[in-house]
């Protein structure tokens, strides 16, 4: 994503490409991804303000990583400092996730920042089937891994699980942040 254009805009040109690229309609999408069509729309047309939570719906029902909605594969040197970057925010939690990486054409992962703090957790939906997470933890403390048994790290631990199946990551200390890499099958 270049600094001249606004997340907004990135995410409408990613959702009418792959939109496109599916052969499918607005009306449709909105269905599958369990969203209001005028919500796709706003999304769409730039003026939508989405969550984490739509951005996976959108990605899940597209068959698609969510990364692809947000930024096209670089190429040559990217750099992208602290604080910068196209960052989503969760719904109901305080998580905040910045893309850093997508995959290349044929590539199996895409690195994402993730900040957090104490509160509700992010309790996600399993994601694209054979999709697992890595989490290296590099601030605070958090609990991390499958919803039913997620285990408790400290700066430099490392945590890898199923991103198919329920799973959540929930700070226990301010100023919490970790690198997570998806990798798809």
Known sequence: M???RSPASVIAEGLRRERQRAGISLSDLARRAGIGKSTLSQLE???????LETLWA???ALGIPVSRLLSAPATGVTVIRAGEGPTIDALESRYHATLLATSPAGGRRDLYRITAEPGEPRESDPHLAGLSEHVVLCTGRALAGPAASPVELAPGDYVSYPG?????????A??????LVQEYA
Not at 45 to 51: D, E, V, Y
Not at 164 to 172: C, I, N, S, T, Y
């Open 58 to 60: 959108l990605g899940g």
């Open 2 to 4: 270049t600094a001249d």
């Open 45 to 51: 047309s730039g003026t939508g303000n989405p969550n």
């Open 164 to 172: 198919d199946e329920p799973h959540v990551f929930r700070a226990l």
């Open 174 to 179: 301010a100023g919490t942040s970790a690198v």
